[in-house]
């Protein structure tokens, strides 16, 4: 989802948020670092199969993803995707920047509830160079996830 189709998106629903460039990251660490952003508040995308479903699984930038914790909460074996089994499914996003909007792909959502601890979350916007920051409660609004304990402070 190009960033244009994403601000559309939030504009639809009426979602007051903002727009960041920064230089060009790939880790979320470095994107936190780069945009001045908490890694607490910076949610990365992992892509996983729960089963033989595709995924998102969004945590903190500064957590780690337990897949067993994950697979526990969805009542199935949760693993990860590789690159090649996901990139096709977000066509005119850059590989591994996509934003945590499984919804518009139909697929499921999982949200560490570390991550629901803040008022407002950033994720990438598709590229690697463009962050969007809203209130935590608008994205749950919209998305819909489901809300369990799958991370760990790394």
């Known amino acids: 989802m190009p960033v244009a189709k994403l601000k559309h998106f939030l504009d639809e629903n009426n979602v007051k948020y903002v727009t960041m460039l920064h230089s060009k990251a790939f880790t979320a660490q ?4 780069s945009a001045h952003i908490p890694g607490k508040q910076l949610a990365k995308t992992v892509m996983v199969k729960l089963g033989e479903d595709t995924s998102m699984a969004i945590l903190p930038a500064s957590d780690r993803l337990d897949l067993a914790k994950l697979g526990a909460a969805a009542g199935q074996e949760a693993t990860l995707c590789s690159e090649e089994e996901f990139k ?15 919804n518009l792909y139909g697929m499921d959502v999982w949200v560490s509830d570390s991550l629901t601890e803040d008022d407002e979350i950033a994720f990438n ?10 209130a935590y409660v608008d994205y749950s609004r919209l998305v819909e996830p489901s809300v369990a304990a799958f991370s760990d402070h790394e």
């Not at 590229?127 to 969007?132: A, D, G, I, K, R």
């Open 88 to 102: 096709s499914l977000f066509p005119g996003c850059e590989t591994g920047a996509m934003p945590p909007f499984g």
């Open 125 to 134: 916007a598709g590229s690697h160079t463009e962050l969007v920051r809203l």
């Open 30 to 33: 470095e994107i936190a670092a």
